[in-house]
């Protein structure tokens, strides 16, 4: 089946069920031709599944709109005489258009409560990250070189029909030394239930920051998050989560981090935050604040040549940081984004900031996309002690970095990243150079 056909079908599906009024607001990206949905509602049309349009011709091999394909994805779902390889093609499209169908009122719970009750992702990644710091000693860098895998699972049940349960299993080890007997344990990350309510949500379990911000991390914690609003949005957290994850705090005068900066046996934190977000077509902010204590510092670790976390030394852990961010979408392919973080308890390296301008981007299912940045970070350690950029800046450095990705396949993808600028405390040059290739499944 042609593409002309689909495009045929994009025509007659948009007039007959597209008001001209909503198709005119239509603020979806367009689907390029070579995007995989097109051979799946080709499969479709050949199938019987979708009809045809007139004569099947169409005026070229022009792009579509996501509003466009999510109506024909909506005339599939209709469907419930339809064979196994069509129902599969039809969950496959769904998924992909999930937001286009909500906002056309189709509700694809539905359909997924018909699928199968358990659903697994995963993606197998390979990551090389080469790292330089200078020393006090001008004459000699340090160096670092990882090479290393993880195999991880992400499997998803369903409950009912407003609550399932998510988990994350990962296996990791070292490429250069093939691994250990430790490395290849497979270790479960996260675990926790959902609760979907309409505009409320509620997260259980030992789960990611619900608040992804330049304070933040994906390391998970244990407690609870609930989210409530629509356009306008408050998320709550609160649980316990690990200290030593704050490799970030301590960083010698070689920039090496240290996650030894607390007690053993007491490096487990409480940790509560607030978040008040806004997003509204091309723009989106988010501020708030977060709250931890309880762990115990070891300033007789602190052999690092740092400054102490606070002058007095009390040798309680407590911060108390408060962000902001905004982003604004100029158009389809440009976006810029600033974030600002401060720890009102530390006596120093007590603010983070970011600035970052992102061209296109990578699509996981669009062989051929790409997409650039290119950003300026300062994250002093105590503002940004798990940061979220670790990948390039990590917590206790400033400076310049730069990415770039690639989607060599359908569901392949590289990337890669250069920081160039400073370890903070050390005022020293340092380098990184990162590199990773994910395959989903």
């Known amino acids: 089946m042609k593409k002309t056909l689909v495009s045929a079908l994009t025509t007659a599906l948009v007039v007959g069920a ?15 031709a070579d995007h995989w949905a097109y051979d799946a509602v080709s499969q479709l049309a050949a199938d019987g599944v979708i009809e045809g349009y007139g004569d099947t011709t169409f005026r070229g091999n022009q792009n579509i709109t996501r509003y466009e394909m999510a109506q024909m994805v909506a005339k599939a779902m209709a469907k419930s005489d339809v064979s196994a390889a069509d129902k599969a093609l039809i969950d496959k499209l769904a998924a992909e258009f999930s937001d286009e169908l ?5 509700r694809v719970a539905n359909l997924e409560r018909n699928a199968d009750k358990v659903k697994w ?4 990644e390979y990551t090389y990250t ?5 020393t006090q000693s001008a004459a000699t860098k340090s160096k670092k070189n990882v090479d290393e895998y993880v195999f991880r699972l992400e499997p998803k049940a369903e409950v009912n029909k407003n609550w399932d349960v998510h988990a994350r299993l990962d296996a990791n080890g070292l490429m250069d030394t093939d691994g250990g007997n430790s490395d290849y344990n497979v270790k479960l990350k996260r675990v926790w239930a959902e609760g979907h ?16 911000l330049i304070s ?13 609003g629509n ?52 723009f989106y902010g988010n501020t708030g604040y977060e709250h931890l204590d309880g762990a115990t510092l070891d300033y007789a670790k602190f052999d690092t040549g740092l400054k102490p976390y606070t002058n007095d030394k009390d040798s309680e852990y407590k911060a108390n940081i408060w962000f902001a961010n905004a982003g604004y979408r100029f158009d389809h392919n440009s976006f810029f984004k600033a974030e600002y973080a401060k720890n009102t308890t530390a006596d120093n390296y007590d603010d983070a900031y970011s600035f970052e301008y992102d061209y296109k981007g990578a699509q996981q299912q669009n062989k051929g996309s790409w997409g650039m940045y290119l950003a300026y970070r300062n994250l002093g350690q105590y503002a940004a ?21 690639y989607t060599l396949f359908q569901n392949v993808q590289l990337f890669a990243k250069y920081f160039n600028g400073k370890d903070i405390a050390a005022d020293k040059d340092a380098q990184k150079l990162f590199g990773r290739v994910d395959v989903f499944f």
Do not use: C
Not at 22 to 31: E, G, H, K, M, Y
Not at 197 to 212: M, R
Not at 385 to 405: A, F, H, L, N
């Open 102 to 106: 909500n906002n056309l009122g189709v």
């Open 385 to 405: 002690p798990w940061s979220t950029y670790g990948d390039g800046v990590d917590g206790g450095q400033k400076g310049i970095e730069v990415g770039t990705s």
């Open 216 to 228: 933040t991390t994906d390391d998970p914690y244990s407690g609870a998050a609930v989210t409530f």
């Open 130 to 134: 080469s790292t330089r710091h200078d």
């Open 121 to 124: 992702n995963g993606v197998l």
């Open 197 to 212: 309510y309409d505009s409320f949500n509620v997260k259980l379990g030992k789960l990611p920051n619900a608040i992804n």
């Open 18 to 32: 597209a008001s001209t009024t909503f198709a005119a607001a239509n603020p979806f990206s367009d689907v390029p």
């Open 231 to 282: 356009d306008l949005k408050v998320t709550l957290e609160a649980g316990r989560l690990d200290a030593t994850q704050f490799g970030d705090m301590a960083r010698d005068l070689k920039g090496q981090s240290h996650s030894d900066f607390f007690k053993d046996g007491d490096d487990t934190a409480n940790f509560q935050a607030i978040n008040l977000g806004y997003a509204k077509n091309k």
